[in-house]
């Protein structure tokens, strides 16, 4: 991650958001109050006996913004750079995010400050276990479901939840979400954020009159949604032409390009599973290797950031090319509330984040049905019904947009504040 993506803050960007729906609506005192902060939040501290015999002390988070729709719901986060406030921001866009699509949870995140680069994978494991013992009495099927994130994978949630078995005594495979199938996932979890932002994209072309095998995207990210995002892209006809991530080897970011479009097998032959592109063999593929914001730049109909947040910023927002008709948002919170004014001003269809990137929870959603029915579908029935709610979670935030001639960010924002505004009220608390 660059420094700069780190320079706005995002609970800070979050909240302002919420202000100015909060205004839209007309929200009373006591509901913004409730709904601009969350419920409940834990910070904890792990400690790990390491693989040299040391102990090295890892910071932790867990943060429930608000689960008056259900019990709340939110990945896990592992990085160098995670904030408290960052938590926060995530949390709050996971309850936004799940009133969008009208899915009956809550929202939370959690995150640890760490680098999994640097720790083996006992290591990584001790991290995993320690978190689960923190936080065990807060969380749990009907409490609080965390789920993969950032630099978080099957892996660690399989060890999250023996953990969290081991302690309560009990088999609760509803505790967790991003499982492997062999132990009680989904089928299509892996798709289902990249799917869903395409999904949603394929609705706003047709509402634009566009085919998507006349549009050529670029894409920040090479990690699960990118990746994901890219593959169905490619399928319903769409071209990527560049894809930017991040370098471990140099702790910058690069972008890679190809004339014609990317091949997406080829990158993920020579790809990390932290989604870090090898870039000699990237070379060595034809792939020119430009400068990390140079994704933003590039002659293409859709840009579609899928790494981190602050990825268009007021200082790189006027470098989006001319062409550019859609931003479909796959990473939580990427656009900055000035670069956000700079796209509206431009009149660029923005597909907001709380909407695009729904599709991993919801079928974490569909996770939790089927662990608690033990009962689990086929892939193409998940990514039917994935799409079915997709489709129609696009189809409400663009009629609700058309009708009232507001933003798409604000007419997603608008619905899921009404829907998490009316559970508080009808259970009493505002
Ligand atoms: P990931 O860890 O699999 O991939 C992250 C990617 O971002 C990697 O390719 C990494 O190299 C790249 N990256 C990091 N810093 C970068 C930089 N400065 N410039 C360019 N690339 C950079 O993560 P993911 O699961 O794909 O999540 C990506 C985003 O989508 C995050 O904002 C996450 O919160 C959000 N999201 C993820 C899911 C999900 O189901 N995985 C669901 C909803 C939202």
């Not at 991003?178 to 999904?199: D, H, M």
């Not at 032959?269 to 730049?297: T, V």
């Not at 919170?333 to 990137?357: C, W, Y």
Request: charged residues 25%; proline residues 4%.
């Amino acid at each position: 991650m660059t420094k700069s993506n780190k320079a706005y803050n995002s609970f800070e960007v979050a909240q302002s958001q919420f202000d100015r729906v909060a205004d839209l609506l007309d929200l009373k005192a006591a509901t913004r109050e409730l709904l601009r902060s969350p419920l409940r939040e834990y910070s904890f501290a792990i400690p790990v006996r390491m693989d040299d015999g040391s102990v090295q002390v890892f910071r932790a988070f867990r943060v429930q913004h608000n689960d008056a729709r259900g019990p709340s719901k939110g990945g896990i986060r592992f990085h160098p750079l995670e904030t408290q406030d960052t938590v926060r921001a995530l949390a709050m866009w996971m309850t936004w995010k799940c009133a969008v699509v009208d899915i009956p949870l809550g929202g939370a995140k959690g995150g640890v400050i760490c680098d999994p680069h640097h720790l083996s994978a006992r290591e990584q494991e001790l991290v995993c276990r320690g978190w689960v013992r923190q936080i065990v009495k807060n969380v749990g099927p009907t409490i609080d479901v965390p789920a993969p994130d950032v630099m978080t994978s099957a892996q660690h949630m399989t060890w999250m939840l023996d953990e969290f078995e081991a302690v309560t005594g009990s088999r609760a495979p509803g505790f967790i979400t991003g499982k492997p199938i062999s132990l009680g996932g989904s089928q299509g979890r892996k798709e289902a954020t990249g799917y869903g932002l395409v999904f949603t994209l394929r609705e706003a072309l047709r509402e634009m009159g566009l085919r998507p095998e006349d549009t050529v995207a670029s894409v920040q990210g090479f990690g699960n949604v990118a990746q994901y995002a890219i593959e169905l892209f490619t399928q319903i006809g769409g071209r990527v032409e560049a894809v930017s991530c991040w370098d471990q080897a140099d702790s910058t970011s690069y972008t890679y390009r190809k004339k014609g479009g990317v091949d997406l097998a080829e990158l993920r032959a020579i790809s990390d599973p932290f989604g870090g592109i090898h870039s000699g063999r990237a070379i060595e593929l034809g792939y020119e290797k430009l400068s990390g914001d140079a994704w933003i730049e590039q002659d293409v109909d859709i840009l579609i950031p899928a790494a981190l947040e602050n990825a268009i910023r007021a200082d790189n927002v006027g470098r989006i090319g001319k062409r550019v008709r859609i931003v479909a948002e796959g990473a939580n919170g990427p656009t900055t509330p000035e670069a956000d004014s700079a796209l509206k001003d431009r009149g660029i269809f923005v597909l907001p984040d709380l909407l695009a990137n729904a599709g991993g929870v919801t079928c974490s959603y569909f996770e939790q049905v089927q662990s608690n029915m033990n009962y689990y579908w086929a892939k193409d029935e998940v990514l039917g019904k994935l799409d079915v709610k997709m489709t129609s979670a696009f189809l409400a935030v663009h009629e609700l947009a058309r009708k009232q001639k507001l933003y798409m960010r604000d007419a997603a924002y608008v619905i899921a504040v009404t829907r998490v505004a009316e559970a508080c009220h009808d259970r009493g608390w505002v």
